[in-house]
Every structure is written in C-alpha cells, then in structure tokens.
C-alpha cells in the first residue's frame, strides 16, 4: 500500500519515537529537537536502531525514516492532559550542542528525574508543531522559524514544551497503520 505519498508507521517506529531524547535547541527563540549525539537514548544509534528492529543493515535508513515517523505521531497521538514523570536522559549527555531547559547555567546540572504537568493547551500546541529535517545535525526538530505552523505566534508555553513533547512520545497513545500526506499534515490513510 506505501507509495511516495503515504508513510507505514510500524510497531518498531513507535518504539523508537519513545526511546527519542529530546533536548532543547537553543537557536534564536529556540524549540525542541532530538539529540544528535543519542537520539534513541544511547550514544549508540545504530546499536539502539538495531536493538527495536534487529536489523543491522538498514539503520541509517530507518533513522531518516524517523522524520516523517515523528511528524506523523505528533500530528494524530493522543495524550490525556496530566502529571507524568520520565527518567532525564540529558542528565548525562554533554550540553554542548543542544540544551535541556533544566539545566541550571551555573552549575551545568540538570534534574534525573522530571515531573511535569501536561496541560490541552501543550498537546494542542504539540499537534500543531512543524517536524523537520535538521541536515547538519542529522536529526529530527522542530522549526525554529514557526514552531506552530506558518504565521503563527509563540505562546507562553514555548519553553515548557521540551517536556511536554518528551512525555508526548513516551505516552502519547497512536497505532500503527498507513498516513497519508494530505494538505501539509499527515492523516491516517483510508
């Protein structure tokens, strides 16, 4: 049924979508994006490609694949508003290139452990957020020109949105099936 214009969204995908570390890209207004130095957790990304799909030959692949994956999950996932709590991966991830807005500046140290409130209006926002390619760090982001969408405006939630996504993946509830392109986002395939 894939053809150029439709997307599978697998078990294996899924998998990797909330394994994805998000960190923090502190560009201009900043906005979230995955880690390039551990995208699925470890500084290991073939390895923890491998680990989802046992397929050793197609991680590259697969990981460029996680681009139109983290589009197609943030656009139709479903997350109940809530307190939820995650294991702080960029506790032990060098900071250099990409941020955590935990991280005290002072003392580099940022929390291992996160609780946070997810709200409508953050899963609202998260549905709304423009993925994208980040060519020189190999990864998936979110636009840092329009977050939310062409012409749309930064909301008070802006920084609190690195959580928010991160809980998104890790909870967000979406099937497996076929997507579909259609008007700039992507739906489930009839």
């Known amino acids: 049924m894939a053809d150029e214009n439709t997307f599978e969204l697998t078990l294996e995908r899924i998998a990797l979508i909330r394994r994805m570390v998000v960190a923090w890209n502190g560009e201009g207004a900043g906005a979230p994006i995955v880690h ?3 995208p699925y957790g470890s500084t290991d990304r073939d390895g923890d490609i491998f680990n989802v799909t046992g397929d050793d030959d197609g991680a590259e692949e697969e990981h460029r694949a996680l681009g139109d994956a983290l589009a197609v999950f943030v656009q139709n996932a479903v997350l109940k508003p809530g307190r939820y709590q995650y294991h702080n991966t960029l506790a032990k991830l ?3 290139d990409v941020g ?3 991280r005290d500046e002072a003392t580099g140290e940022t929390p291992e452990h996160v609780t946070f409130d ?3 209006e953050h899963t609202a926002l998260i549905q709304r957020m423009s993925v994208l390619w980040d060519t020189a760090r190999n990864v998936p982001a979110i636009d840092l020109h329009s977050p939310y ?6 909301p008070p939630q802006h920084h609190e949105m690195q959580p928010a996504l991160q809980i998104f993946l890790r909870y ?3 099937a497996p099936g076929f997507f579909a392109m259609s008007q700039g986002r992507w739906q489930p395939a009839d």
């Open 172 to 174: 967000g509830d979406l």
């Open 94 to 96: 060098d900071s250099g």
């Open 36 to 38: 390039p130095d551990a």
């Open 100 to 102: 955590d807005v935990f």
């Open 149 to 154: 969408g062409s012409g749309a405006e930064t």
């Open 118 to 120: 997810v709200t409508a």
